[in-house]
């Protein structure tokens, strides 16, 4: 599935979200829906997105996917965002997708893509980007 990766590789970015994946979670053969694991990655860009816009955020595309590896019920997610590119309006994030397995302890590289998002003012209209640099 995917690409290999080389096992020396670390996470890169900033530790942004962790979560567990659970049943409820699967699709109809039981494993993760990767729909689930996008939405943990589009929140974690959020997160960092809006740290660095200092304000309010939508994401408008999600480019350059690559599914690695399955995620599986009561794997540890790990999501970690790092900024790629600050327009006038908009970011992007490079999103990383690791996770910890139940019997294991090394992080293992799932999911990656980038996302862009757009800074938004309180009445949802584009704004530049404000934020510091991080």
Not at 109 to 122: I, M, P, R, S
Request: with cysteine; charged share 15%.
């Amino acid at each position: 599935m995917g690409q290999t990766i080389e096992k020396s590789r670390a996470p890169t970015g900033e530790l942004a979200i962790r979560t567990l994946a659970m049943p409820a979670d699967t699709n109809q053969a039981g494993d993760i829906f990767g729909g689930w694991l996008l939405s943990q990655m589009d929140i974690a860009g959020g997160i960092t997105a809006s740290k660095r816009a200092g304000g309010r955020v939508a994401t408008v595309a999600v480019d350059a996917m690559t599914f690695h590896r399955p995620v599986y019920v009561g794997d540890v997610v790990c999501c970690y965002a790092g900024i790629g590119r600050v327009g006038t309006t908009s970011i992007t994030i490079h999103v990383e997708a690791w996770v910890i397995r139940q019997q294991g302890t090394e992080p293992i590289l799932v999911t990656e893509g980038d996302y862009t998002f757009v800074a938004l003012t309180a009445d949802g209209r584009p704004r530049p980007v404000t934020g510091q640099a991080l």
